[in-house]
C-alpha cells in the first residue's frame, strides 16, 4: 500500500518558521518527482503548487509568492522530502499535501498524502 504522510504543520505566528515532512511508503520513490501543495480556506477547490523537486532533487522548482522564503529537499535515502518554510505570512495558511509524480510538472499527481495544517497568525 502506497503511503505518503505528512508531518510538522501548526500553528505559528507571523514571521516564524515551520518544517514539514513528508515520508514515503509501500513503493519506491527513488526515480519519482516529490511535490507540495496546499488548500487555503474558502478554496475548497483550489489545489494551488507551492513546491517541487526532481527525483535526482538536483531540480527545484517554486511558486513566486514563496520564493526566497520556502526550501523544498529530500533525504538521499529518498524516503522522505521536506519544505522548510521561513518568514511565514497569514496568507501562508492552509492544508499542505505532499504529492509524488514521474514528473514534477505534472497537472496531476499521481499520489497524495492526507495533508497537514498550517496556520499563521497575524
Known amino acids: 500500500q502506497v503511503q505518503l504522510v505528512e508531518s510538522g504543520g501548526g500553528l505559528v505566528q507571523a514571521g516564524g518558521s515551520l518544517r514539514l515532512s513528508c515520508a514515503a511508503s509501500?513503493?519506491?520513490?527513488?526515480?519519482?518527482?516529490m511535490g507540495w501543495f496546499r488548500q487555503a480556506p474558502g478554496k475548497e477547490r483550489e489545489r494551488e503548487f507551492v513546491?517541487?523537486?526532481?527525483?535526482?532533487?538536483?531540480?527545484?522548482y517554486y511558486t513566486d509568492s514563496v520564493k526566497g522564503r520556502f526550501t523544498i529537499s529530500r533525504d538521499s535515502a529518498k524516503t522522505t522530502v521536506y519544505l522548510q518554510m521561513n518568514s511565514l505570512k497569514p496568507e501562508d495558511t492552509a492544508v499542505y499535501y505532499c504529492?509524488?509524480?514521474?514528473?514534477?510538472?505534472?497537472?496531476?499527481?499521481?499520489?497524495w498524502g492526507q495533508g497537514t495544517q498550517v496556520t499563521v497568525s497575524s
Open positions: 509501500g513503493r519506491t520513490f527513488s526515480n519519482y518527482a
Open positions: 504529492a509524488a509524480d514521474r514528473y514534477w510538472y505534472s497537472k496531476e499527481y499521481e499520489y
Open positions: 513546491a517541487a523537486i526532481t527525483w535526482s532533487g538536483g531540480g527545484t
